[in-house]
T-cell receptor
Framework: TQLLEQSPQFLSIQEGENLTVYCNSS?????LQWYRQEPGEGPVLLVT?????EVKKLKRLTFQFGDARKDSSLHITAAQPGDTGLYLC????????????FGKGNQVVVIP | NAGVTQTPKFQVLKTGQSMTLQCAQD?????MYWYRQDPGMGLRLIYY???????DKGEVPNGYNVSRLNKREFSLRLESAAPSQTSVYFC?????????????FGEGSRLTVL
């Protein structure tokens, strides 16, 4: 059973469009991280959200942590080809020892 | 600044062979991790080390052993490789000992077991 469910698994959009991907769980997390992974490389941290309801912005990326700290969303405004990648969410605290639990990822492809 | 360095980047093994994946970090981090990434399965934790001298099992430890050689180095050993261990392996490190914090990943080691 996957602790974190990410949807959609795959998303292909045209450059300039907006998109939202989701990370959901029935567990409560002390914090949640979003990583982006490009082909042939390791994941790189984009943001960490800690407080329920928290919204963080990173240029055209907006991250939101659910009020109950069980879910999160990532919204990209005016997507660009450089946003192409696998977006992974990772929750901390569900195992009780502060290890991260990763979702399977949202594969985003932005077509020029 | 190298960050997390993994070797080798590619390896092909026959069933039953053994090998060791090496990982070194130059950020003076306390915690180190080994993950495997498979299509449709996401990142799964194999073993981790919260500090020098300690190691703990993750979600999928069977068939693997680890050694935290010193603060910088954390190796992953496959004693008798199986086709089910074909995967991309990532080493990661983080600064603290009491929580995951930000993980810094290496570029990955792609292993194929025939």
């Amino acid at each position: 059973t996957q602790l974190l469910e990410q949807s959609p698994q795959f998303l292909s959009i045209q450059e300039g469009e907006n998109l939202t991907v989701y990370c959901n769980s029935s567990s409560v997390f002390s914090s949640l991280q979003w990583y982006r992974q490009e082909p042939g490389e390791g994941p790189v941290l984009l943001v960490t959200v800690v407080t329920g309801g928290e919204v963080k912005k990173l240029k055209r990326l907006t991250f939101q942590f659910g009020d109950a700290r069980k879910d999160s969303s990532l919204h990209i405004t005016a997507a660009q080809p450089g946003d192409t990648g696998l977006y992974l969410c990772a929750g901390a605290g569900a195992y009780g020892n502060n290890r991260l639990a990763f979702g399977k990822g949202n594969q985003v492809v932005v077509i020029p | 600044n190298a960050g997390v360095t993994q070797t080798p980047k590619f390896q092909v093994l026959k069933t039953g062979q053994s090998m060791t994946l090496q990982c070194a970090q130059d950020m003076n981090h306390n915690s180190m991790y080994w993950y495997r990434q498979d299509p449709g399965m996401g990142l799964r934790l194999i073993y981790y080390s919260a500090s020098e001298g300690t190691t703990d099992k993750g979600e999928v430890p069977n068939g693997y052993n680890v050694s935290r050689l010193n603060k910088r180095e954390f190796s992953l050993r496959l004693e008798s490789a199986a086709p089910s261990q074909t995967s991309v392996y990532f080493c990661a490190s983080s600064e603290g000992t009491g929580g995951p914090g930000e993980l810094f990943f290496g570029e990955g080691s792609r292993l194929t077991v025939l």
